[in-house]
């Protein structure tokens, strides 16, 4: 058991309560909030100087230079497990920034790239004993990097027409597969085809990789078509197609937020994207795509809140909106009891670029204490 006292506890609706404290016992939070009376003889984490948050969330990163497979356009029975090194010196540096829960994925080349893993950034000697196993999405990607990956090689797709055609038939085929497959008259079974049937049955989120207005909105159009379970990544034109993604109820992974535009379809680039989403009813978590610089995202997100993005929204989006967005929210995202006990520590508001993460608990392993 321990108890951690706070100056300030980041609440489940995005705000900030001066003092409060959080009970934690066997790896989950038996108490949290304003009230919280903390048990006699119980030890103490005392933050009552400090900002304590949930575990911070990256709902879409790259934990490897080793996961974009491009020697097909769909290669959906790849995995970042077998990518992922426990011992990346990426992971503690991610760590101690205050994120807990990392999603990693396959690159963006394919149209089907493969599934992703959420892992929890502790110690340990195998990815198995990282990854939460209830998050294994399964990665796409339309746009530019399939087509000019494949279309050079002179084989479908060499444009978004070709994109959008070969998820179609691709889809329709693992359609006929998934029936087959619920009738019982599966003659052998197919791991590709189990990884999409699994998506086309609401059984596996979908997370599609887009930055332009015309890929945000072929995206949409494919995803209901085919009546998937998905988000949205990257969507850097998403202020241009704001109301159209809030009319659909799409949710968004949102980022990278300020890097330069790495090619055409990324001019858009702009810390005022979130806001915008913001201001028209979009849900949307804030992503950093990419490895250790991760550990930016949190000033990144303050950065956007100088652009018209609420405090409340930037929080949101790296706690419990990012959980949502990975379907863990009944696990991780917020500090209330059973959920899991991941906690950050912060000298400051984790918005403020002068904000230091001091402790991180991982399941309740106190993993990080720097002065």
């Known amino acids: 058991m321990l108890a951690i006292k706070c100056g300030h506890l980041l609440l489940p609706g995005g705000s900030f309560i001066t003092g409060g404290a959080i009970v934690t016992s066997r790896g989950k939070i038996l108490e949290a909030g304003p009230d919280t009376k903390i048990p006699e003889g119980c030890p103490i984490l005392d933050a009552s100087d400090k900002w304590v948050t949930p575990g911070l969330i990256e709902s879409h990163g790259h934990l490897s230079e080793d996961s974009n497979e491009m020697t097909a356009p769909f290669t959906p029975d790849m995995s970042a497990i077998d990518a992922l090194d426990p011992f990346d010196p990426c992971i503690p540096l991610i760590r101690s920034a205050g994120f807990t829960t990392f999603c990693t994925l396959p690159g963006s080349s394919n149209l089907a790239g493969g599934t992703g893993i959420a892992v ?14 209830e998050c294994q999405p399964l990665k796409m990607a339309i746009g530019e990097n399939p087509k000019l990956t494949y279309g050079k090689k002179g084989i479908t797709p060499g ?50 990789h887009c930055h332009t207005a015309q890929d945000i909105t072929m995206a ?123 906690i950050s520590i912060f000298t400051g508001n984790p918005l403020e670029n002068t904000a230091v993460c001091t402790d991180v608990l991982i399941d309740g392993v106190h993993y990080e204490k720097r002065k």
């Not at 929890?120 to 196993?133: G, H, N, S, W, Y």
């Not at 680039?269 to 804030?286: C, D, K, Q, T």
């Open 120 to 133: 929890k950034l502790k110690e340990a000697q195998c990815p198995e004993d990282m990854i939460i196993p």
């Open 220 to 342: 949409v159009r494919l995803a209901e078509e085919f009546r998937l379970t998905y988000t949205l990544e990257h969507v850097t034109s998403g202020r241009f197609t704001a109301e159209y993604l809030a009319e659909h109820q799409v949710s968004c992974c949102v980022g990278p937020l300020l890097i330069p535009a790495l090619k055409l379809e990324m001019k858009d680039i702009h810390p005022s994207n979130p806001g915008v989403l913001e201001r028209a009813g979009v849900s949307f978590s804030l992503i950093q795509d990419a490895g250790w610089d991760t550990v930016y995202l949190p000033s990144l997100a303050g950065l956007c809140t100088a652009h018209g993005l609420s405090s409340q929204a930037a929080l949101n989006a790296l706690t419990i909106q990012a959980a949502r967005n990975l379907g863990l929210e009944s696990r991780i995202g917020s500090l209330e009891p059973g959920k899991d006990a991941d």
């Open 159 to 208: 444009s978004r027409m070709g994109n959008a055609a070969l998820i179609r038939r691709t889809f329709t085929e693992a359609a006929a597969y998934l029936e087959k497959r619920e009738k019982g008259k599966l003659d052998a079974p197919n791991r590709a085809k189990e990884v999409l049937a699994d998506a086309l049955a609401g059984k596996r989120r979908v997370k599609i």
